[in-house]
């Protein structure tokens, strides 16, 4: 344990939790992950599910790198999250919104097909023994798009973090920067 960061709660990093932490854009989901990611463990993992679009985002990912630190082991890995091995450690995994990304750009669009993607790998994913802190938006809240991909893209993250919550020990969502404990 980091010394100065308080423990959130007592675990065991053989133990299997999950996490779900959602919230609106720039709501504070990332940075509280990474805290608790932080209380938990001194050398956690991250887990990013970008893809890179240009160069601009690719200079976004690299200071993003650097402001974590180097407590942190940094991996990209933009579908197969099942192929990363975490057993035994804490994982901050940032973020859903941009994993189902890359599976509904992949589909042109296909909910459903990308949904199955996703559940599937998912379920495998989480079958290691670690604790994980996924990340996503909540992308619903506000008003209907009258835009038909935007519509579908909504109703693809709305599915996966109602499907992932299910999975969830524990659910946060982060509103203005204050964590409220959902489940």
Not at 8 to 37: D, E, F, H
Request: aromatic share 8%; hydrophobic share 35%.
């Amino acid at each position: 344990m980091r010394r100065g960061r308080p423990r959130l709660y007592v675990t065991n990093p053989n133990m299997k939790k999950i996490i779900l932490v959602t919230g609106g854009q720039r709501s504070g989901k990332s940075s509280y992950a990474q805290n608790l990611a932080l209380s938990l463990c001194e050398n956690p993992v991250y887990l990013a599910t970008s893809a890179i679009w240009d160069d601009e985002h690719r200079e976004r990912i690299e200071r993003h790198k650097r402001d974590r630190g180097p407590e942190w082991t940094n991996i990209e890995e933009e579908k197969e999250l099942q192929n990363v091995d975490v057993t035994g450690r804490v994982v901050v995994i940032d973020c859903v919104t941009l994993w189902c990304t890359n599976f509904f750009t992949e589909t042109n669009g296909d909910v459903e097909q990308s949904l199955e993607s996703v559940k599937k790998r998912f379920e495998a994913f989480i079958n290691q023994e670690a604790v994980f802190i996924f990340v996503t938006n909540e992308i619903g809240l506000g008003g209907t798009s009258a835009n038909d991909l935007q519509r579908r893209f909504t109703d693809l993250i709305g599915w996966t973090n109602q499907f992932i919550a299910k999975h969830c020990d524990e659910v946060v969502m982060l509103v203005s920067g204050i964590p409220l404990m959902v489940k």
